[in-house]
Structure formats: C-alpha cells, structure tokens
C-alpha cells in the first residue's frame, strides 16, 4: 500500500514538473542562485530580475579562464535554455552583467557581459 500511494505520488509530481517545464517554469538544482523554481514572466529587463538565457558562444570561443565543463547553447539551439542569473547591471551599450548568488558562481565574471539578444526569458523565483 504505502510503495503504491509512493508510486502514485512520485508519477504527480513528475507530471507537474513536467507541465510546468513545458508551461517555461524552471527548476534550478545549483547553488549559482538562490531559489528553486522560476516562473517566467512578461517584464522588461532590468537590474534584479533574473533572466534564463543561453551563451551566445561555443565552448571554443569562451575565454579560458572560464568553466569548459559547463553545457553551453550555440545559436543552433535558441530554446535550450541553461542558465538563470540575475542582471547585476546594464552596459551602456545593452550588454548585461549577469550574476549568481554564490561567489563561485559560472556567470559573467567568467565569460563577459551578454548581449541582451542572449535573453531567452524574464524570470521571476517562485521558492
């Protein structure tokens, strides 16, 4: 009885995660930033929102002082979304500094602002 209603349980929540996956919902596992679960919502960019986007660069291109075990998207996968960071300030010329919450953190410390075209989504945290 209690393996089922587990069972039973762990399929809900599996289909939940997967709706709110599909719904753009997304569930950060890392210590990079703080918050598990983030909404995406319809905001402009701005300092202290967090942003989910992908790295406008291949592994190759990125500075070598940067993670190389790091996945990164190239522009042939715009919707594999990988990273959430929240904007720690705006360049002039629109490039975002994007930083984590953790001082070891892979953000813009390691491979530079990004361009805003990079930003996939505004997000919000949920929890």
């Not at 587990?6 to 709110?20: E, M, N, Q, S």
């Not at 930033?33 to 660069?57: D, E, H, K, M, S």
Request: aromatic share 10%; charged share 15%.
């Amino acid at each position: 009885m209690a393996s089922r209603l587990a069972l039973g349980l762990g399929g809900a929540i599996f289909a939940l995660a997967l709706a709110l996956g599909l719904a753009g919902w997304r569930f950060n596992l890392t210590p990079s930033v703080r918050g598990l679960i983030f909404r995406p919502i319809t905001a402009q960019i701005a300092v202290g929102r967090y942003v989910a986007f992908c790295l406008p660069w291949t592994s190759a291109e990125l500075p070598e002082s940067s993670h190389t075990d790091v996945p990164v998207c190239t522009a042939d996968h715009p919707n594999r979304v990988k990273l959430i960071k929240r904007v720690g300030f705006i360049e002039p010329d629109g490039r975002l500094y994007v930083e984590g919450s953790n001082p070891r953190s892979y953000d813009s410390r390691y491979y530079g602002p990004i361009p805003r075209s990079a930003v996939t989504t505004v997000m919000a945290r949920v929890w």
